[in-house]
């Protein structure tokens, strides 16, 4: 089976798709990379895959969709949470002291 380079492969998935966008991959690999390794691996397409519906809400603007990368990249890089603080970060103190008097 040959190779088949990167462009080819967005060229025939636009076929497929049916769409038709200039794509910088190098923002959507660089979105990708840093969802990928500060937030979690499986981060990496779900980031990518929210940036792309946002970038159709706003249609197709290249500027606002390098904005949108931005402070999803951002986001990104300042991401520290483990997955049990993010799981209790919307706990809400009232409903934490209700459960707790129930449980007694």
């Known amino acids: 089976m040959g190779s088949v380079n990167l462009h080819d492969w967005i060229d025939e998935l636009c076929d497929a798709l ?21 937030v979690d691996r499986p981060a990496a397409p779900i980031t990518t895959f929210l ?10 603007d290249p500027d606002e969709l390098e904005r949108l990368a931005g402070a999803a990249t ?10 049990y603080e993010v ?14 008097s129930v449980d007694a």
């Open 51 to 60: 940036l792309g519906y946002a970038a159709a809400r706003s249609d197709g």
């Open 87 to 100: 799981e209790h970060e919307d706990d809400d103190p009232e409903v934490e002291e209700e459960l707790e």
């Open 18 to 38: 049916d769409v038709e966008v200039d794509l910088d991959e190098a923002l959507i690999l660089d979105l990708a990379r840093e969802a990928a390794h500060n």
């Open 74 to 83: 951002d986001l990104a890089r300042r991401w520290d949470k483990s997955a």
